[in-house]
């Protein structure tokens, strides 16, 4: 009762994936786990991270004049459209709003290459490792493949499961849950 072998099989649609068990870091479950993927929606949450501690849920945050040229998931914000941080939130996790996040940067800290700064101290701070400066979406600006994309494996048989990318041998028991 209550093993892995009384679960029925997995099914889900994510390209790739990985179970660990906690205090074993034995994997109980991969789907092509070692195949290299943009840290999208780990973006995301450190985007979330960082809204969270440096705003108030109602605090209300304007769409940069130019939040039209945002590619990819969308809030399809307007410039100088008012959203309030509570519903940025919810757009961030729930539909992936690029926009969102570039309303966020922008309205943190000014610009997105200080909110990458940010990022990239309070993963430092997390003990995670970002591989690459990230882009507010997860992806390079420049090409498909980022010169070290993270992986499902990665993350958990070797990182933290906030890791942006490899910590071979490495674990963060606080990130990890163990």
Avoid: C, Q, W
């Amino acid at each position: 009762m209550g093993v892995a072998a009384d679960l029925p099989p997995l099914e889900l649609g994510a390209k790739s994936a990985i179970i660990v068990e906690a205090s074993t870091g034995i994997p109980v479950f991969e789907k092509d786990a070692d195949a290299k993927r943009f840290p999208a929606s780990t973006t995301k949450i450190m985007t979330a991270l960082l809204l969270l501690e440096r705003t108030r849920p109602s605090e209300v945050i304007f769409a940069p004049e130019d939040v039209e040229t945002v590619t990819g998931s969308s809030l399809h914000l307007k410039p100088f459209e008012a959203v309030t941080a509570h519903d940025l939130l919810f757009a961030l996790m729930v539909r992936s709003a690029n926009d969102g996040a570039y309303a966020i940067a922008r309205h943190v800290s000014g610009s997105v290459e200080k909110f990458a700064e940010l990022m990239n101290e309070k993963a430092k701070a997390l003990g995670v490792r970002i591989p690459t400066s990230p882009t507010l979406m997860g992806f390079t600006t420049t090409s498909t493949t980022p010169p070290r994309a993270t992986s499902s494996g990665s993350r958990g048989r070797h990182g933290n499961a906030m890791s942006f990318g490899s910590r071979r041998g490495r674990r963060n028991t606080k990130l990890a849950g163990r």
